[in-house]
């Protein structure tokens, strides 16, 4: 194949993964690209086949990176696999436990103020009771 041909399969494979990625729905987005990640598998299989092949240092560095982002993707793909199940895992229920109602702890200030109307008399009655009140002389 000549190179304007492999060009065109490029661009024309690009155009066809964007129509078809941009059609997937938000919520299937993510299974998918997980799956897809995790399928990158082979393309460590074929690095690691390629590297016992290759005839020089630039073919060995190269494939190298490849292998290394090629495992990067399929840890990623597990690892956002994971956490989206567990997204879906019933969260177990706290233990009950028995809530001590407890007085709120009081301020210094209103402390204070409880302390100095507990020593100070009680108030004055308005209408004096009857054993108060001087006796009436008769008119």
């Known amino acids: 194949m000549d190179l304007l041909t492999e060009l065109a399969i490029l661009l024309l494979a690009a155009f066809v993964g964007f129509q078809v990625i941009s059609k997937v729905p938000n919520t299937l987005h993510t299974p998918l690209m997980s ?3 995790a399928i990158h598998g082979i393309v460590l299989l074929g690095g690691l086949v390629a590297i016992a092949h ?7 560095v190269i494939l190298v990176i490849a292998i290394t982002f090629g495992t990067i993707n399929v840890v990623g793909g597990f690892l956002v696999t994971d956490r989206m199940l567990s997204m879906f895992k019933k969260k177990p ?3 009950k436990e028995e809530v001590e109602e407890t007085k709120p702890p ?4 209103s402390q204070a103020d409880a ?3 507990a020593d100070a008399e009680p108030p004055a009655d308005p209408e004096p009771s009857a054993e108060s009140k001087p006796p009436q002389e008769p008119a």
Not at 55 to 60: A, S, V, Y
Not at 106 to 109: I, K, M, V
């Open 35 to 37: 799956g897809t990640n």
């Open 93 to 95: 229920e706290p233990p």
């Open 115 to 117: 302390e100095s109307q």
């Open 106 to 109: 009081a301020d210094a200030e």
């Open 54 to 60: 290759a005839q020089g240092p630039l073919e060995k």
